[in-house]
C-alpha cells in the first residue's frame, strides 16, 4: 500500500522554524517528484516546493523563497520542509505530493500554526 505520512506541524511563534518530513512508503520514492503543498483556511491549496527525484533542481513559490528548503533523502524515502523565518500568513494544513508518470500520492497533511 502507498502511504506518505507527513509529521512535523506545530504551534509555533512568528519568526520561528519548524522542519516538517514526509516518509513514504509502498512505492520507489526516488522516481517521483515530490511536492509540498499547503492549504489555509478559506484558501485554495497551494504549491510551495519542488525538488526532482535525484534533488537537481528545487523550486519555490514566491512567498517562501529564502526562507523555505526543500530536501530528500532518498535512501529513507523522506522529503522535508526546512521552514524559517515563519510568518502568520504560513498558516496552513502542509501535504507532501508524490508525482511522476505512473501516478499521484497525496499525505494525509500536517497542521503548521504561526502565532503569537
Known amino acids: 500500500q502507498v502511504q506518505l505520512v507527513e509529521s512535523g506541524g506545530d504551534l509555533v511563534q512568528p519568526g520561528g522554524s519548524l522542519r516538517l518530513s514526509c516518509a513514504a512508503s509502498?512505492?520507489?520514492?526516488?522516481?517521483?517528484?515530490m511536492s509540498w503543498y499547503r492549504q489555509a483556511p478559506g484558501k485554495e491549496r497551494e504549491l510551495v516546493a519542488t525538488?526532482?527525484?535525484?534533488?537537481?533542481?528545487?523550486n519555490y513559490a514566491d512567498s517562501v523563497k529564502g526562507r523555505f528548503t526543500i530536501s530528500r533523502d532518498n535512501a529513507k524515502n523522506t522529503v522535508y520542509l526546512q521552514m524559517n523565518s515563519l510568518k502568520p500568513e504560513d498558516t496552513a494544513v502542509y501535504y507532501c505530493?508524490?508525482?511522476?508518470?505512473?501516478?499521484?500520492?497525496w499525505g494525509q497533511g500536517t497542521q503548521v500554526t504561526v502565532s503569537s
Open positions: 505530493r508524490a508525482l511522476n508518470s505512473y501516478g499521484v500520492y
Open positions: 509502498g512505492f520507489t520514492f526516488s522516481r517521483y517528484i
Open positions: 525538488i526532482t527525484s535525484a534533488g537537481s533542481t528545487l
